[in-house]
C-alpha cells in the first residue's frame, strides 16, 4: 500500500458513505459481482495499481471516467480543476469526505462565523449545499433550515465568548 492508493482508497470510502442512498460494502461487492473482502482492500488502499476492478467501482459511485487515475494521482474527480480549485488544494488539503460532498452537491450559500472579538479566535467556515438539480422549493427549504441554524452558530461563537469572560 502506497500513498497514492490510500489516497485513492479513502475517497472511494468518503464517496460510497455519501452516497445518498448509503450504499454498503457488501451491496457495492453484489453490484460489482466481487467479494466484499475486495471492496474492503479497495478502500484500505491495499492494491497495487488502478485495475479494472478499481474503475468499475469508481464509475458506479458516479465517477466519470479516468477520475481513479486523477484522484490517485492527487487530484480531483473532476476532469479540470479550476484554477482557485487547485490553489486550494495545494494551499490546504482537505479530507477526502468533505471534498467529495463539495464535489458533488451544488453550494448555495457560505458563511464565515467568528469564534471572538479578535482575529486570532478563530473561524468557522459553513458552507450550504444541496442537491444538484434541486426544486426552487426543496431549495427554499433548506434555505430556511439554515437561516435557524445559522442564527444557532453564531449564538454559539457569541455564548462561547460570555462564558469566557466570566
Known sequence: MDEMTKRLGEALQAAREGRRP??????????????????????????????????????????PEGAAER???????????????????????????VEYELRTNETLDSTVISLGPDDDD?????????????????VARIAERYRKARRYLQGLATDTDEVAEN
Open 22 to 63: 448509503k450504499l454498503t460494502q457488501p451491496e457495492a461487492a453484489q453490484q460489482l459481482g466481487v467479494g466484499r473482502s475486495t471492496i474492503q482492500n479497495i478502500e484500505r488502499g491495499a492494491f497495487a495499481k488502478v485495475n479494472r476492478t478499481v474503475r468499475e467501482y469508481a464509475a458506479l459511485l458516479g465517477w
Open 71 to 97: 484522484v490517485a494521482d492527487g487530484g480531483s474527480v473532476d476532469a479540470e480543476p479550476t484554477a482557485v480549485e487547485s490553489a486550494v488544494a495545494e494551499a490546504l488539503p482537505l479530507p477526502p469526505a
Open 122 to 138: 478563530g473561524h468557522m467556515i459553513v458552507v450550504l449545499q444541496g442537491r444538484k438539480g434541486a426544486t426552487p422549493e426543496e
